[in-house]
């Protein structure tokens, strides 16, 4: 790296040479991060449905393959599925507002794919490695919202205003218990940053993890993550018995698709997050060999592929529930569990040191 920023300096002089070293090397950052991202994303609906037929007893994608060979058969759908939806038209519907129209989809993914900037992927690898990095990704996934309303309202159609209003309301309601569970883990770790979270829940074993301590806090997360992401069995914005398709109800081609590439790539940031925040990034189970010769990078993917198998467990198990039941559960169950939650791990933090150093509670509390 010191070498290329030394030839950078060489042939633009020392004034441009570090600014454009700067931006080559975060330019080439992230489409190290967005190239991998949207092929997991792609990879991630193969996936979904072979697991999902599996459970089913069913076979699922079984023919589209590359260069004819046999044993790579399905692998070749999500290419094949991306193709097609380039080659559709997108069509406008009468009335609709184009320009929001557009501007919709664009809305939903920007902040999916922009939260990925403060995501420590190791202790080296992150592109912006920012102090309130947990606070920029809150603010990023909230925004995302916004694409959704503006979907169901520049479609000039009542299903698509129906759903994107049933979407709001769900994804602000499990924001709020979202964020007051990321509450406790500030309160443990004493950072925004996600990197010093990670570091917090060093110590030898998968005991110093935060799940351990904030259990309940972790259920909620998830369960509000899978609520947000409109996943199922919270997809009332897409009950298809009720309101056709919802907000993007009026979508079809690359523009629809879109909508989709924002639901996988904020399933896998979820799972990302609750997997750095909870169970110790790229942190292994155990500080001893053989799990210590495995790369954190690769114990960080397992987790994460770990949380989405539950993404999709969760599909192919739950009936879609009522959207009265929905909101009773983001109100009246999840706030005021994190509320009491956050009371309790205050009182703790407020006792002697001579407490807080005895086993167990020095696992966590440093």
Request: aromatic share 16%; charged share 10%; with cysteine.
């Amino acid at each position: 790296m010191e070498y290329a920023q030394q030839l950078f300096g060489q042939f633009f002089g020392a004034e441009w040479g570090p600014v454009l070293f700067s931006l080559t090397k975060n330019l080439a950052l992230i489409v190290a991060i967005v190239l991998p991202l949207l092929l997991g994303v792609a990879y991630l609906t193969l996936a979904e449905r072979k697991i999902i037929a599996f459970m089913q007893i069913r076979v699922g994608p079984n023919r589209v393959t590359f260069f004819g060979i046999p044993w790579l058969a399905g692998w070749g759908q999500p290419i094949a599925d991306a193709v097609k939806a380039l080659m559709k038209e997108i069509i406008i519907p009468n009335g609709a507002n184009k320009t929001l129209f557009i501007m919709a989809p664009i809305l939903t993914i920007a902040p999916a794919l922009a939260a990925w900037a403060v995501v420590p992927f190791s202790p080296e690898m992150v592109l912006a490695d920012i102090n309130a990095g947990l606070l920029y990704i809150l603010a990023m996934t909230s925004m995302g919202v916004y694409g959704v309303i503006i979907a169901g309202w520049a479609s000039n159609s009542k299903y698509a205003f129906l759903g994107a209003m049933r979407s709001a309301a769900q994804v602000v309601s499990y924001e709020l218990a979202m964020g007051f569970a990321l509450v406790c883990v500030l309160m443990l770790s004493h950072s925004l940053n996600l990197g010093d979270i990670v570091k917090g829940q060093e110590g030898g074993s998968f005991i110093n993890w935060y799940l351990i301590p904030l259990f309940p806090m972790f259920l909620v997360y998830f369960i509000s993550g899978v609520a947000e992401t409109n996943r199922a069995p919270f997809d009332v914005a897409e009950g298809e018995s009720e309101i056709v398709a919802g907000f993007h109800v009026e979508y079809s081609g690359m523009a629809f698709t879109v909508f989709f590439l924002a639901e996988y790539a904020n399933m896998i940031l979820v799972a990302t997050l609750a997997s750095l925040i909870f169970l110790g990034g790229w942190l292994p189970p155990f500080d001893i060999a053989p799990f210590t010769l495995i790369p954190g990078f690769i114990w960080l993917l397992l987790k994460i592929a770990f949380l989405l198998f539950f993404f999709l467990w969760f599909r192919a198990t739950f009936p879609r529930y009522r959207y009265d039941q929905i909101m009773r559960l983001g109100w009246k169950v999840f706030i005021p569990l994190t509320l009491v939650w956050i009371v309790l791990l205050g009182a703790v933090m407020q006792l002697p040191p001579a407490f807080l150093n005895a086993f167990p509670l020095n696992l966590w509390f440093h």
